[in-house]
């Protein structure tokens, strides 16, 4: 089952979910305190992008005004370490255009304005939401403090650290890398095989 959107009247609302009747059937939809604001009160038809969030003990639909903000929500959630409560806690901080713009300017303080984001947390993110969004690497090795000495390899290794992986993580994601290479793509592939064993 795959609910894409919704259409409906809004039923209840709290700051971080609204209840919304569609046909008789009251969705409980997670959003942003800032999508709480833009639905508008009780009784108003509204139109919410949907993103079905499945687990092993629920199901929990997650809301947003746009199918941007949508795409953003989904590629943060495809980051390492990034559920949906902290993909909505990003969101609730930065909207899209924000976020794009913090990601183009490496600018780790903006991501860390949000609860629960550290410096190294938000620097991981800034290198994976980059491709995942499809703006340029950038200068974010330099962002995480990525070494000078031991090769290619070893300034991945040393990036990965500094990222706060452990050191059967890193050896799990440095086993098939090549030993030369460009070191963003290579730190990229590293990070990708780390969100897939996640």
């Given at each position: 089952?795959?609910i894409?959107?919704?259409r409906?009247?809004?039923?209840?609302?709290?700051?971080?979910?609204?209840?919304?009747?569609?046909?008789?059937?009251?969705?409980?939809?997670q959003?942003?305190p800032?999508?709480?604001?833009?639905?508008?009160?009780?009784?108003?038809?509204v139109?919410v992008?949907?993103?079905?969030?499945?687990?092993?003990?629920?199901?929990?639909?997650?809301?947003?005004?746009?199918?941007d903000?949508?795409a953003?929500?989904?590629?943060?959630?495809?980051?390492?370490?990034?559920g949906?409560?902290?993909?909505?806690?990003i969101?609730?901080?930065?909207?899209?255009?924000t976020?794009?713009?913090?990601?183009?300017d490496?600018?780790?303080?903006?991501?860390?304005?949000?609860?629960?984001?550290?410096?190294?947390?938000?620097?991981?993110?800034?290198?994976?939401?980059?491709?995942?969004?499809?703006?340029?690497?950038?200068?974010v090795?330099?962002?995480?403090?990525?070494?000078d000495g031991?090769?290619?390899?070893?300034?991945?290794?040393?990036?990965?650290?500094?990222l706060?992986?452990?050191?059967?993580?890193?050896?799990?994601?440095?086993?098939?890398?090549?030993?030369?290479?460009?070191?963003?793509?290579?730190?990229?592939?590293?990070?990708s095989?780390?969100?897939?064993?996640?």
């Amino acid at each position: 089952m795959m609910i894409g959107s919704l259409r409906g009247t809004v039923l209840d609302r709290s700051p971080t979910e609204v209840i919304i009747d569609v046909n008789g059937v009251g969705y409980r939809v997670q959003v942003s305190p800032a999508t709480v604001v833009t639905l508008g009160d009780l009784g108003s038809t509204v139109v919410v992008h949907t993103h079905l969030h499945v687990r092993e003990d629920a199901l929990t639909l997650y809301g947003f005004p746009t199918l941007d903000e949508r795409a953003c929500f989904e590629a943060l959630l495809g980051a390492h370490g990034v559920g949906p409560a902290l993909a909505l806690a990003i969101l609730s901080v930065h909207r899209p255009s924000t976020l794009r713009q913090a990601l183009a300017d490496d600018d780790v303080d903006a991501l860390c304005l949000v609860p629960g984001v550290g410096k190294k947390t938000a620097a991981r993110l800034l290198l994976e939401l980059k491709s995942r969004l499809d703006l340029p690497a950038g200068d974010v090795l330099a962002v995480i403090g990525g070494g000078d000495g031991g090769g290619v390899r070893g300034e991945v290794r040393e990036a990965l650290v500094s990222l706060g992986y452990g050191p059967q993580e890193i050896g799990d994601a440095l086993r098939d890398l090549p030993a030369e290479g460009d070191v963003q793509r290579l730190l990229k592939d590293a990070l990708s095989r780390l969100a897939t064993v996640r």
